[in-house]
Structure formats: structure tokens, C-alpha cells
């Protein structure tokens, strides 16, 4: 009988699990993790040490020395993406660069062949001792190869940009943007610790505070694609007074796994921000978030290709014959109303000569008129002045016929629409 390597067993389990889902993997997919640490495990099984080298060698080194050392001539794949994780300023040590390529490898279904550079590199491979490395034992070799090839018929869908923490784990963090509105100061205090940004406070009545969106204990990872990974004190106020009247895109990075706990690699500078500020009060449990978010007014405005639009709600629409004129608003409005028709949350973008309506989760495009389309547009005189509709020709075909369209505004900061 063969023998066997507990490694490739459980690797071997781990992929069939990812192959039997049938969908894109994606980072919150519950086998990713483990499926990534035992390739680690199996990269590093077997790799000596250097003896007159401080530097603990890790298989990102491996990778790094195959573009010199190989002469084969088909290192494009792999060149690129070793360049692409070398200049990621969100890696600082060999084990979050090695963990950045494997993402990478995974991704682009090229891991099969990553490997096989490394096997007839031979100065590197002599780095792995024949006795313990699956990589030079060809009994292990064949069966790992095979699980390399079902990976590569794996789609994978992985956020490159959420990588922070690849240097202390393979867990990822929940990434989200916060798109923000030119504005005078964001309004939060922030520490820095560990090579991170944290968020300390929101001022009361500041942009921050007001829109919801960033709790106390989550991490600023990046403004407007400039990376804050192991910067220096004030470095995220210098980044944003360079930026100052700009529309700003910020990463963040949750102190809240996707399951609801503490993000493990947080729990100890989160500990250590409370010991120094003993009033810190981390953000709401999801059940309050959720109703916090209820009773107050969403963001009323994002970024979208760069250009600002207004978040309001689709409430529905009705043909009303042959008159496009404002008198007509406040006799149809109502009735539209009153058929209540499930609200859709969609992005008004109001170009230079057009206006276009996007389904804000679907993407899809409700309708697109240029403004000479339009007959009228108004405000219901009741509700806060929230509710406004305008009249379109139903068709250019038929541009006696009309129909109206009603939307609503998050509050009266939508009156000039």
C-alpha cells in the first residue's frame, strides 16, 4: 500500500468541499481558510532554514527567486503576480506575501502551474529537504499535483484589496467603502496602534456621526486608494487635508467578524485601546445597528463612477393620459400612493443633459430620459416635502401619452431635485 500524508487527506477533503458547493467561492466561504492554510502547511513542509541567515526563510521566498533563477521563459503568470505582491503595501512580512500569491494563484486559476516552476527551478527546490517535502517526494508529489488541477477548475471571486491582515492570519476582516460627500472634517478621533488606524470617537453632529456608517474599534485601511497600513501618526489627516473639497473613498475595516463576534486578530488592540480610554464604547451589536439605522435617515448621497448621485426610494409610477402638466401632481400623486407598491432604493444620477435611475442592489437601470423628455416635476405638498414626481412622454412613439414617476427623498436636503 502507498503511503500516506495526513496533510494531503485533509487538503484532499477540504477541496472536495469547496468543488461540491457548485458556486463562485468567495472570502466568506466557510472552506476558503482552511483550504489556504493547508497549501501553507504543505509549502512549508520540509523548507530548511538557512545557516548564516537572520532572515527565517518562508516559501515566499521560494517564489520571489523563481523569475531570476528560472530560465524557461514562461514566467509571465508567475512574474506578475510576484511583482504585484511585492509592491502591495498592505504586506509587510514573507508570511502575508506568500499568503497575497496564493490568493492570487487561486484566483486567476494558476497555482497548478506556479508550482511546476518551482519543481524544475532546481537552486530553489534544493531548499526543501527530500526526506520530509511532499514537493520532492513523488509518491505525495502526483496526488497533490491532481488536487492542484480540481482547484484551478474552482472559480474564485477574492477581494485583493482586503489583505491588512494577512500577515497575522488568514481570517479576513469585513471590508466595506465608505463613500463620503466633499465636507469640512469627517469628525473622528482616531488612534494608531499596532501599524493600524483605529477609530477612537465620532464628534457629535460631524459628517462621520451623522452618517452611520464607521463605528468606534474599526480600522481605516485605506483613503482614496493610498494605503494606511503601518503608517506614521497622522498620516490619515495628512492623506485627507491633501483631499480636502474631494469626494472620499475609505476602506473599513470591521472590529465585527461576519459572524457577529469580535474579528480575532482585533481582540487584543481592541483590549489594549480600552486599558488606555476605559470609556470606549465599541459599535452597536447587529440587532441594535440594524435599528439604529431604522430610526435615522440613511446617507442621502454617494459616489458612483466618480460623480455624485442622490439615494432616494422608487415608489412607483402610473400613465396619466394626455396631460403632462404640474396640475396634474397633486391629483395623481396620491393615488399611487395608496395602491402601496413595494418601494425600490435607486440611485438618481443627474448627468449634464439626462437623468438615469439605477436599482441600487440589482445595478439595473429603471429608466434614462433626457430632460427635454420631461414635462414637469414637483413636490407633494404634504409628507415633509419628501415626495416628488415628474412626467414623462411614454414613449417617443407616442409623446402626447404620459406617465408619471414618483420617488422619495430621505429628508428636505432633496428639495432642489
Request: charged share 20%.
Amino acid at each position: 500500500m502507498a503511503p500516506k500524508d495526513p496533510l494531503l487527506g485533509t487538503l484532499k477533503v477540504c477541496v472536495l468541499n469547496l468543488q461540491s458547493d457548485g458556486e463562485i467561492v468567495t472570502d466568506s466561504n466557510p472552506h476558503l481558510a482552511s483550504c489556504c492554510e493547508l497549501l501553507e502547511l504543505v509549502l512549508r513542509k520540509g523548507l530548511q532554514q538557512p545557516v548564516l541567515s537572520l532572515v527565517h526563510r518562508d516559501y515566499w521566498h521560494c517564489f520571489e527567486q523563481i523569475p531570476q533563477q528560472d530560465t524557461c521563459g514562461r514566467l509571465s503568470a508567475l512574474s506578475l503576480a510576484v511583482e504585484q505582491t511585492r509592491v502591495c503595501r498592505k504586506l509587510l512580512s514573507a508570511q502575508g506575501r506568500g499568503r497575497y500569491l496564493l490568493r492570487v494563484a487561486l484566483s486567476r486559476k494558476a497555482l497548478p502551474q506556479f508550482i511546476k516552476h518551482l519543481l524544475h527551478t532546481a537552486r530553489v527546490l534544493e531548499w526543501y529537504c527530500p526526506q520530509m517535502s511532499i514537493l520532492r517526494n513523488e509518491e505525495f508529489l502526483e496526488p497533490f499535483m491532481s488536487l492542484l488541477l480540481v482547484l484551478s477548475h474552482v472559480d474564485f471571486k477574492l477581494d485583493m484589496e482586503n489583505c491588512s491582515f494577512l500577515d497575522e492570519s488568514w481570517l479576513l476582516p469585513v471590508c466595506e467603502t465608505y463613500e463620503v460627500v466633499p465636507c469640512r472634517e469627517m469628525g473622528m478621533v482616531l488612534r494608531y496602534l499596532s501599524g493600524r488606524v483605529f477609530v477612537l470617537e465620532l464628534i457629535p453632529g460631524s459628517q462621520a456621526h451623522v452618517d452611520k456608517f464607521i463605528s468606534p474599534g474599526d480600522v481605516i485601511d485605506e483613503i482614496n486608494g493610498t494605503s494606511l497600513r503601518n503608517s506614521k501618526i497622522g498620516q490619515a489627516g495628512v492623506v485627507m487635508s491633501r483631499l480636502k473639497g474631494c469626494p472620499l473613498s475609505i476602506c473599513v475595516l470591521r472590529w465585527r467578524a461576519q459572524d457577529g463576534t469580535v474579528f480575532r486578530p482585533l481582540i487584543k488592540p481592541l483590549q489594549a485601546l480600552r486599558i488606555e480610554n476605559p470609556t470606549l464604547q465599541l459599535g452597536p451589536a447587529p440587532s441594535q445597528q440594524c435599528a439604529t439605522t431604522e430610526r435615522q435617515s440613511a446617507p442621502s448621497q454617494c459616489l458612483k463612477e466618480g460623480r455624485i448621485v442622490h439615494i432616494v426610494q422608487f415608489l412607483g409610477k402610473a400613465n396619466i393620459g394626455m396631460n403632462g402638466g404640474k396640475e396634474i401632481l397633486q391629483q395623481v400623486i396620491p393615488q399611487v400612493l395608496q395602491k402601496n407598491l413595494p418601494s425600490k432604493e435607486v440611485l438618481l444620477d443627474l448627468k449634464e443633459t439626462h437623468l438615469t435611475c439605477t436599482d441600487r442592489s440589482s445595478k439595473l437601470e429603471l429608466f434614462d430620459y433626457h430632460y427635454p423628455e420631461i414635462s414637469c416635476v414637483g413636490r407633494f405638498s404634504q409628507h415633509d416635502y419628501t415626495i416628488f414626481a415628474f412626467c414623462v412622454a411614454d414613449s417617443p412613439r407616442n409623446p402626447s401619452v404620459h406617465r408619471l414617476l414618483l420617488c422619495g427623498a430621505q429628508s428636505q436636503h432633496h428639495q432642489g431635485l
